[in-house]
């Protein structure tokens, strides 16, 4: 037996789960699954390593040596790479939890994660399901569901129809009484697919046909209603952790509006429109949503803000999600390490009062994505793969140098997370972070981030949901890339000329180079 320190605690980790379970009615947690792959399934095998919990990782055939595989303490393989062989087999996933004896399975985000009848599956087998009850996934993965559980608390919502909606002429009344523009969604909808602006009446009867079919063909619900379109909103979303004895607190905001095509880019926390006061009003209405439901685990209420400041609930997303690490970066709460104590039946360990904003964080998630190519996946090796450490730097990855990018799966390397004191010492860290980034093999979405960084909209905080069709082309980049080629090259032309000695390729903030110019 090898003594070391991390055995050791692992050891007392141990121990003291057991006295705590027997104390407190605690469920054991001894092992869980971790249903997902990169990245994430590697965050969440990290924090149940710290808690002395065992997970077993699954895999798909493309991914047999990637990190959570490596990482994990037992690993089985599910099938070949195509997500619906593997990934998404609920069967084969519920039998090797079985067969390995799990207490636990944590979906993390995408694939089965909002998929209620798993979480029911999971649960009947006589294993935890971390994440929310099915119920509560079920009335939150309905949008109307969604909105006629709320009704009963005072929860804003945006003006318009809370109920599916065939009949043309009530919808061509309603559009009328809310005014257009108006949008129409689909009930089971996500991620902006199935939405369509309604600039005026002649074009309304065509649009909801086209969106109940689409609603119809691409969820296998035809539910659409109908509602007022906020042109240039900004998308705020509360995070929530609410434990099985009905406490549930918010842990602020996360500002999305960074965003291409519903795909979001760069996530920031706080959000600076939001004054203390509306973040107050915010956060409780969050706390009532999540209550609606009794939901339990962590979950994010998703609300739109217009100019004036007034704010809609949209949705409930009842899933961990990809941007969770702005918020552990400025609260300091280890959300996977909530679900686990939360779904093992702890009570939360910290009161509303307990929580507090400190400093700010900003998230960038680097795609194998070609910013240059209309964001085209860039498939390839990463020959090279250099990660930027420090201390207010943190980078979610599930890859290493030499590994490949599978072509099955969302792009996503990396998320590359920087804090500080203030937004702009935030935003500094992200640009030098950036810089200290070494990806070769791939397109990254890498220079898309500096360019946001550097962009006065962003700087400023005046930006919404427009920003990217609004400011971005890839001639930006480009232009930028030319002109931090040309002052290198004027650079070692100088040192040449001076010193007779060429230049070792530096990279280099902008102002440093101009700097370096003028000198
Ligand atoms: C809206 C909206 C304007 N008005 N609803 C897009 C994703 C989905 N979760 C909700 N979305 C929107 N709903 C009304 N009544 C504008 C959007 C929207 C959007 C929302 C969040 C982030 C980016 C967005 C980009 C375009 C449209």
Redesign the pocket.
Same mark, same amino acid.
């Given at each position: 037996m090898n003594w070391n320190r991390s055995s050791d605690i692992l050891t007392s980790n141990l121990f003291y789960n057991v006295y705590k379970e027997n104390l407190n009615n605690i469920k054991p947690m001894k092992k869980i699954l971790v249903a997902n792959r990169g990245e994430i399934a590697l965050r969440i095998m990290r924090t149940a390593r710290k808690m002395g919990i065992k997970s077993v990782a699954v895999y798909s055939e493309a991914d047999r040596n990637s990190c959570h595989v490596l990482f994990a303490d037992e690993a089985v393989c599910l099938g070949p790479a195509p997500s619906a062989q593997s990934y998404l087999n609920a069967d084969k996933i519920i039998s090797f939890a079985k067969k390995l004896r799990v207490d636990g399975i944590h979906p993390g985000y995408g694939f089965l994660s909002e998929n209620a009848d798993f979480a029911q599956r999971v649960e009947e087998a006589g294993i935890i399901f971390i994440g929310p009850t099915a119920e509560a996934m079920r009335i939150m993965g309905s949008k109307l569901a969604a909105k006629e559980c709320v009704k009963k608390y005072n929860i804003p919502m945006?003006p318009g129809i809370q109920e599916a909606i065939t009949d043309i002429k009530l919808a061509k009344d309603v559009a009328k009484q809310i005014g257009y523009p108006v %949008?129409i !969604?689909a009930s089971a909808g &996500? &991620? &902006?697919k199935g939405?369509r602006i309604v600039e005026k009446e002649d074009e309304l009867e065509s649009q909801m046909e086209r969106a109940i079919s689409e609603a119809a063909s691409s969820f296998g619900d035809g539910s659409v209603f109908i *509602? !007022? $379109?906020?042109s240039s909103?900004r998308?705020i979303e509360i995070q929530v952790l609410a434990d099985k004895f009905g406490n549930t607190v918010h842990l602020f905001e996360r500002e999305?509006?960074i965003?291409r095509r $519903?795909q979001k880019v760069i996530e920031e926390a706080p959000s600076s429109v939001l004054t203390p006061e509306l973040r107050k009003k915010m956060g409780d209405a969050a706390v009532l949503v999540a209550k609606s439901c009794n939901y339990t685990s962590t979950g994010t209420v *998703?609300f %739109?803000v217009d100019d004036k400041l007034n704010f809609y609930f %949209? *949705?409930m997303n009842t899933r961990l999600q990809v941007e969770h690490p702005v918020t552990e970066m400025i609260t300091g709460i280890d959300l996977v390490e909530e679900q686990i104590k939360i779904a093992r039946g702890e009570k939360l360990s910290f009161t509303q009062d307990d929580l507090s904003i400190n400093g700010h964080a900003i998230e960038l998630r680097v795609y194998a994505e070609d910013s240059l190519n209309n964001f085209l996946p860039s498939i390839g090796t990463l020959n090279k793969y250099i990660k930027p450490k420090g201390e207010n730097i943190r980078v979610d990855d599930g890859y290493e140098q030499g590994m490949a990018v599978p072509i099955y799966y969302d792009p996503l390397i990396a998320k590359l997370i920087t804090r500080g004191n203030n937004r702009t010492d935030a935003i500094e860290n992200m640009l030098q972070a950036i810089k200290e980034y070494k990806i070769e093999g791939v397109s990254t979405t890498l220079p898309f981030g500096t360019f946001v960084f550097e962009h006065d909209a962003f700087i400023s905080g005046k930006f919404d949901?427009h920003f990217v069709k609004n400011y971005f082309t890839p001639e930006k980049i480009k232009e930028k890339q030319k002109e931090y080629a040309e002052i290198a090259s004027l650079i070692a032309l100088k040192y040449w000329m001076e010193n007779k000695k060429i230049l070792k390729p530096v990279e280099n903030k902008s102002t440093s180079w101009k700097r370096r110019l003028a000198s």
């Open positions: 945006v %949008l !969604k &996500g &991620g &902006g939405m *509602e !007022k $379109y906020i909103p998308h999305c509006s965003q $519903y *998703e %739109l %949209l *949705e949901t």
